[in-house]
């Protein structure tokens, strides 16, 4: 797993600040955030004890809530 801001190497990346910028909020018992899998149509994130799944393709996401579901 990598943490946010992880370049491709899997290696911190030096270009961009960690700033957290205006508006976004620091959730109190949340210490890192890891990227547990990522590819060019999803990412699957780690927040604390939650795993997070982003996709951009909603069908499928539809398809894998329906299946929680059952």
Not at 22 to 32: F, I, L, R, W, Y
Not at 44 to 60: E, H, N, P, W, Y
């Amino acid at each position: 797993m990598h943490d946010v801001g992880a370049g491709a190497t899997g290696r911190p990346r030096t270009d961009t600040p960690h700033d957290v910028g205006a508006g976004a909020a620091k959730m109190p018992d949340v210490d890192q955030v890891q990227v547990v899998l990522a590819n060019n149509d999803r990412v699957t994130l780690r927040v604390g004890d939650v795993f997070l799944k982003i996709d951009a393709d909603q069908s499928r996401t539809d398809v894998e809530v329906e299946a929680m579901a059952i």
